[in-house]
């Protein structure tokens, strides 16, 4: 039996027998036998959960919040005051809310399983001398397996035999551009350095190989990192953190309101022991705000529906609001600021250029000329030039269910093939006419792919690669159809092009071309065959902005939250992006994987607080980025796709990995999943999760302000000691906590974003939901206005049946129609709190007045919940209410126009106080 553990190194450089010794194989592949022995030795070749929680776990965290617990210890201390249907209804809230909260959080982890992209479920393997498929998860160490263009791959491998291998290693690297490999050992830099070594998880972007897996399942690279970031904790997001904070700001609030009231009403007003201890048990319970749980999860939920129609899957409720309060975004280039679809925009000849217009995997361009479209037969250098495009190419492009494009090969040469079909080139009938007869495959030594045609009975070898290896080989230049010698002039010319484009962050291929002699085809020898080359010009590509990212990071800069580009591409490349889609300035620093390497961690600190890109960086200095982006008070949103990037993902506030692209163990550590990998998506996200925090806050507003009105009424009591009887009952206080203000509270949570909300910076984390302002325009503002006006309800009353304020109603009818109309009072001005807290400055004209039919159903409801408790008997005698008559229903009708037409005029001269500070501030 081999060893545990097999250091990847000693793999890579062992030498033909000492490499099968070492795994403890051979050329004819392992027995059955052998393959039980170390499938129990090993285990199964697949990625474990080390840390996957109990759905029970996940059940009951939901019902053990901070919040939540204060509502189970209410509950309980009504039920042993004797009111049982006030505590069974605030556990019922608490239960309710609990299974909402889960069924979401379900619903969410069920839709990420369903995007998430496992390891290749089938390999070809070798085995007693013989081939075949067998499930990935029975791949043991020693195993000898086939791969090709397209496969996934199973296993850390050393490879045995190739053919044209290149590896797709983003997963692992983060890098955009594939990697050459070979059965020769080559150390270069970086981790997975070695040349004949392929990874579990990466993907073969061309070519075929038969390798030895020597790491399955969790040994393998993806395995350790996957491991390392189950390990990694996760803390609390901003917004739980808040909750609690509120939580217990409100719970000491409401105990030192109810034990002063417990207090005077014992001792000011001599009221008996238990009656005063219902009397502040109604005091502590009105300031708790029961709603507050479910309309956060109401909140929270709605965005999530929203997010995900925006293309962006939100795994926990909690982290809808985190995304709010982002001021980084740690972003990748390739694929999530660009489209990810290398695209050649320009051809190059040594006496003319021309424009490619259309982007990423589509036909529908064209090449032209002054904004003029190009008759290639006009132009035979540039269709020769086309030629060689469609032809030295081993990729294709094929069409999904979806009618996407799929590409099986390089994104390199797939660009080649569309820039054909631009020009009109029928590939197919090209192919036909000019057969391959051979191909010399590209190698990273040479840095040259040749391909060998028959044309009109001539044998034509056509070239493509890296212009340095071009033109060591070239003698001759191809120039209006006429060949002529490459003179040092033109070398200079060539050059200067190429540097010309590689400043705008371009990327070159230089095209050549070789008509062989009958001699020289029966020598087959690849030096003489790829020598004495005629030079014809340059394709010129880049992977393309997303056409939304323009605006997306407009946006961002509005609303002061700053986008960091971390890629592994070249400095060049990354800046000339960065500058295109505007997120940076020309004074940019870019620092290097290199430099960043050699970076204390102060230093980094104070880097990254100026306008800055990393380029040339591995996916694990992203994690350090992302640390020090939070050690200066930062929330940090990364977005990846890679197993490297899991890390970072974990330790972010909020991690975003890549639906399409993404690999498992990124989706699993990542808060949020993007189903389109566009990162305008994750702007829409951050606009709702400030829109969600908002409505919080709208929320608190709108339920805090009840308070005052409720406990006006009892200070008028306890201060008059006694001689203002009660203008409102416990239960009818909790009426208004528990049923009219619950559905208008639940409609502020569906309120969709206030205009501006992406042009304010984002909330300082300092700020907190029960803020100066809201305890302001609660209490002193809305709450004031509210008491007035329901006290002097209490007293129109008792006025309209003789009584005057010396000689108050204290039982019978009438002071129970007082308490009726004090109760009612308070709920219409809610109804006009309602409507004035759906904005903070911004007209509710402005935003359509019917525009949140939540708000309107639920204005509409609470009005006929208070119907029901002033009109059906049985409820009558429980909340202690009776009938009003028309003239009272006039006044309470009356009560929303006055509170919502003062707080418009508020909110106008807000605005017009802002707009005159801001140009000022111009």
């Not at 060689?388 to 090969?409: F, H, P």
């Not at 190429?498 to 291929?509: D, E, F, T, V």
């Not at 906590?737 to 639940?746: E, F, Q, S």
């Not at 003062?902 to 500070?917: A, G, L, N």
Request: charged share 20%; aromatic share 8%.
């Amino acid at each position: 039996m081999i060893q545990r553990k097999i250091e990847t190194d000693a793999v890579a450089s062992s030498k033909g027998k000492e490499l099968f010794e070492l795994l403890g194989s051979s050329m004819q592949g392992l027995t059955e036998a052998e393959v039980e022995r170390r499938l129990d030795y090993f285990g199964p070749n697949e990625i474990q959960q080390t840390k996957k929680r109990s759905q029970l776990r996940i059940f009951a965290k939901n019902f053990v919040s901070l919040m939540a617990l204060l509502l189970w210890v209410s509950g309980a201390i009504a039920l042993f005051a004797g009111m049982p249907e006030l505590g069974i209804a605030i556990w019922l809230v608490n239960i309710i809310n609990g299974l909402f909260s889960f069924w979401q959080e379900y619903a969410a982890q069920k839709a990420t399983n369903s995007l998430k992209k496992m390891l290749p479920t089938y390999t070809t393997v070798i085995r007693n001398n013989n081939s075949q498929q067998i499930d990935a998860k029975k791949l043991v160490p020693g195993d000898i397996f086939l791969v090709q263009a397209g496969n996934s791959i199973s296993a850390d491998a050393r490879i045995l035999s190739s053919e044209a291998l290149e590896i797709d290693e983003s997963a692992l690297t983060g890098e955009s551009e594939t990697v050459s490999k070979s059965k020769n050992y080559l150390k270069t830099e970086g981790q997975f350095g070695q040349n004949n070594i392929i990874y579990a998880g990466t993907t073969v972007a061309r070519g075929t190989a038969t390798v030895i897996a020597f790491h399955t399942g969790m040994a393998t690279e993806f395995g350790k990192i996957t491991n390392l970031t189950q390990k990694q904790g996760k803390s609390k997001s901003p917004l739980q953190v808040e909750l609690n904070r509120l939580t217990k700001q409100i719970s000491v609030i409401a105990i030192i309101i109810g034990l002063i009231f417990f207090l005077a009403a014992v001792f000011f007003v001599h009221y008996p022991w238990n009656k005063s201890f219902v009397f502040a048990l109604g005091m502590i319970v009105a300031f708790i705000p029961e709603g507050l749980l479910p309309t956060v999860t109401l909140s929270l939920a709605q965005g999530v529906q929203r997010m995900s129609k925006k293309h962006a899957l939100v795994k926990e409720l909690s982290s809808v609001e985190t995304l709010g309060e982002t001021s980084v975004i740690a972003s990748d280039k390739t694929g999530t600021l660009t489209q990810n679809q290398m695209t050649i925009n320009h051809l190059w000849l040594l006496d003319d250029n021309f424009k490619v217009t259309g982007e990423g995997y589509s036909n529908n361009g064209q090449i032209q000329k002054e904004k003029q479209k190009v008759d290639i037969e006009k132009h035979p250098d540039l269709k020769l030039l086309l030629t060689i495009s469609a032809l030295n190419n081993d990729s294709k492009l094929e069409k999904t269910v979806d009618e996407k494009t799929k590409v099986i090969g390089t994104p390199t040469e797939a660009a080649h093939i569309i820039v054909a079909e631009k020009a009109g080139i029928e590939i197919e009938r090209l192919v036909e006419e000019q057969p391959r007869l051979k191909e010399l495959p590209f190698d990273s030594n040479r840095k040259l792919m040749t391909t060998i045609h028959s044309v009109n009975g001539k044998k034509i070898a056509y070239v493509k690669g890296a212009l340095s290896s071009i033109m060591q080989r070239a003698n001759k230049i191809r120039v209006n159809g006429e060949v002529h010698v490459l003179n040092n002039e033109d070398r200079k010319l060539i050059e200067a092009a190429n540097k010309h484009y590689a400043s705008m962050g371009l990327r070159s291929l230089a095209l050549a071309y070789h008509e062989l002699t009958e001699h020289e085809v029966q020598m087959n020898d690849q030096t003489v065959i790829e020598n004495n080359l005629v030079f014809i010009g340059l394709t010129v590509m880049a992977d393309p902005p997303r056409p939304e990212v323009y605006a997306a990071i407009k946006k961002c800069h509005d609303a002061k939250i700053r986008v960091i580009m971390v890629t592994g591409d070249s400095a060049l490349t990354a800046k000339s992006v960065a500058l295109k889609i505007g997120m940076v300035s020309e004074k940019v620093r870019v620092i290097t994987g290199e430099e960043l390497e050699k970076m204390d961690d102060q230093t980094l600190r104070d880097e990254i607080k100026q306008e800055v890109i990393f380029a040339r960086v591995a996916p694990e200095h992203k994690y350090r980025i992302v640390k020090a982006c939070q050690a200066n008070g930062d929330i940090v949103a990364s977005t990846g796709d890679g197993v490297n990037d899991a890390p970072a993902l974990k330790q972010a506030d909020i991690g975003i990995a890549m639906g399409v692209t993404g690999t498992d163990v990124a989706k699993d550590a990542a808060d949020m999943i993007l189903t389109d990998d566009n990162f305008a998506s994750i702007v829409a996200a951050v606009e709702e999760g400030r829109t969600v925090y908002s409505n919080i806050q709208k929320f608190l507003l709108y339920i805090l302000n009840s308070n005052v009105p409720e406990a006006i009424p009892s200070v008028l009591f306890l201060f008059s000691r006694g001689m203002i009887p009660l203008p409102l009952t416990v239960m009818q206080i909790l009426t208004v906590d528990l049923g009219t203000d619950m559905l208008p509270a639940l409609g502020l949570g569906a309120e969709k974003s206030e205009p501006g909300v992406m042009e304010q910076p984002p909330r300082a984390r300092d700020s907190h939901l029960l803020s100066h302002s809201v305890i302001w325009k609660a209490f002193a503002w809305y709450g004031a206005g509210a008491a007035l006006i329901s006290t002097f309800a209490y007293f129109f009353v008792n006025y309209l049946h003789g009584y005057t304020i010396s000689n108050l109603a204290e039982h019978g009818a009438v002071y129970v129609q007082a308490t009726t109309m004090t109760l009612a009072a308070i709920v219409f001005c809610q109804v006009a709190a309602a409507i004035n807290c759906r904005t903070k400055k911004t007209s509710v004209l402005t935003i359509g007045f019917f525009s949140n039919r939540h708000i309107i159903w639920g204005i509409v409801s609470e009005i006929i919940l208070l119907a029901l408790l002033i009109y059906v008997p049985v409820l009558q005698g429980l909340f202690n209410t009776i009938s009003i008559g028309f003239v009272e229903w006039i006044f309470l009708v009356s009560i929303p126009i006055p509170l919502v037409l003062i707080e418009e005029t508020r909110k106008y001269f807000v605005r017009r106080k802002v707009k005159k500070e801001e140009n000022v501030n111009i």
